[in-house]
């Protein structure tokens, strides 16, 4: 069977059962208050002879981001708040199960996934459409569906970008899903051509839009969001340059007599042997702990949950001291992100350990707008915690292993080194 026969033979198509005229605005909103038949043909045999379909609605944002596996990604189907999530017994009518949705007015993403109680389909192998079409089989303007948490559920992450090149050939308005492509895209830039191709590309698209669609929010909102995501992600190349530059800047001054030293360059690098004598001290201090066990500790996190280090023994831990003031710091977070998205189900835990003074509540704003999804404590600039391991400066790194011993610390763990250290222990 060739290609296109297969492609065919697994199409799944959405009918749109109501005929009003739908609304013309621009944005990500499905056609709310339509009804529509959803229809399954199980090409593949998976399933006996009953099948449910599971859908959410998305209310606002979406899921497609998060790095938690299926509990995680799908904590609103697997655990819902009331009439979040839904489970309806599909009918079998001829070679297809089908079953009619009804899309509230204030929806605006709708994922799904069918099930008979033991094998799942999550749309991994493509076996059906992830847009809404009309009785003709042309996609409805403005209207989406998402296939891209599923992909990330069935373990298909590398697919995602794909996935959503295509959803924005078909939507090219859909801001939501511009911004999630570009987050996904910049991810996996590393090196300093490839964040300036990044920004070209920004720009490039952002004016192509302007040209066919106008100047609208919408398209703004997708140019702003993404240069704040961009000036975020260049602090770990910001990082090293200007780690070079003070190696240069003191290489210099200590080839000056210090009596002759002068001016700003005179105050700046007195400024900088002062910090870089106490950072010695502290780093000294840490190096003790490589191959120790590391001192345990008891903690309480920014959902009021209770835990102790010792708890996690058993799986790899990365200790992350930081703050949301420190540029280096949140320019980690994508790395980091990549490491847990790629690890967390072969055994690695993070616990971020926060020394920011300020409300919780704006806290776990911050740590939301990051998707940073693993567990958060937040203790404030004494925090105990910090006191332990003799923090200073951030970002610094612990990783410790499946039996509570520190086995790398921060120099050996920064930006991309991190996932190379887990590849390193958690493949072989």
């Not at 192509?208 to 100047?215: A, H, I, N, P, R």
């Not at 007599?257 to 950072?279: C, M, Q, V, W």
């Not at 708890?311 to 990365?318: A, W």
Request: hydrophobic share 35%.
């Amino acid at each position: 069977m060739n290609k296109i026969n297969i492609l065919l033979s697994v199409l799944v198509f959405i009918i749109l059962v109501s005929c009003e005229k739908q609304t013309n605005s621009t944005g990500n909103f499905p056609v709310a208050g339509k009804s529509y038949v959803v229809k399954y043909q199980d090409v593949n045999h998976l399933f006996g002879d009953s099948l449910n379909i599971v859908y959410v609605f998305d209310y606002w944002g979406t899921t497609t981001t998060y790095h938690d596996g299926a509990s995680g990604l799908f904590e609103n189907v697997l655990s819902p708040d009331p009439h979040r999530a839904n489970t309806r017994r599909m009918e079998k009518n001829d070679a297809a199960w089908n079953v009619t949705i009804d899309i509230p007015e204030e929806a605006k993403l709708l994922s799904y996934y069918f099930t008979d109680g033991e094998t799942t389909d999550y749309n991994d192998k493509k076996t059906y459409m992830n847009i809404i079409c009309n009785e003709k089989g042309i996609p409805v303007k403005n209207a989406r569906f998402s296939s891209v948490d599923f992909l990330i559920m069935a373990g298909k992450s590398d697919e995602v970008l794909s996935a959503l090149r295509e959803e924005l050939r078909i939507y090219p308005k859909n801001w939501l899903a511009h911004m999630v492509y570009n987050k996904k895209y910049l991810e996996s830039a590393e090196t300093l051509s490839e964040y300036e191709k990044f920004y070209d590309n920004i720009s490039d698209n952002y004016n192509k839009l302007v040209t066919k669609y106008g100047e609208t929010d919408s398209i703004k909102q997708i140019k702003a969001s993404m240069i704040c995501e961009y000036k975020y992600a260049l602090y770990p190349l910001m990082y090293d340059l200007t780690q070079n530059t003070e190696s240069d800047f003191l290489s210099i001054m200590k080839s000056i007599p210090e009596k002759d030293h002068h001016g700003f360059a005179k105050s700046y690098y007195r400024s900088i042997k002062e910090r870089l004598t106490k950072n010695k001290k502290d780093a000294e201090m840490r190096k003790q702990l490589k191959g120790a066990e590391a001192p345990d500790f008891e903690f309480t996190t920014i959902n009021n949950v209770k835990g102790k280090l010792s708890g996690f023994y058993g799986k790899y831990v990365l200790l992350d001291f930081w703050a949301t003031w420190c540029g280096p710091c949140v320019g980690e977070i994508p790395k980091i992100k990549k490491a847990y998205n790629e690890y967390h189900d072969k055994g690695f835990e993070i616990i971020s350990i926060s020394c920011d003074d300020m409300e919780k509540e704006k806290f776990k704003e911050f740590v939301k707008s990051k998707e940073m999804t693993w567990t958060h404590v937040l203790e404030g600039s004494e925090g105990a915690i910090q006191r332990l391991y003799n923090v200073s400066s951030y970002p610094t790194l612990f990783l410790i292993d499946k039996e509570g011993k520190v086995i790398h610390l921060s120099s050996e763990i920064r930006g991309i080194q991190l996932k190379q250290k887990l590849r390193e222990l958690l493949d072989s």
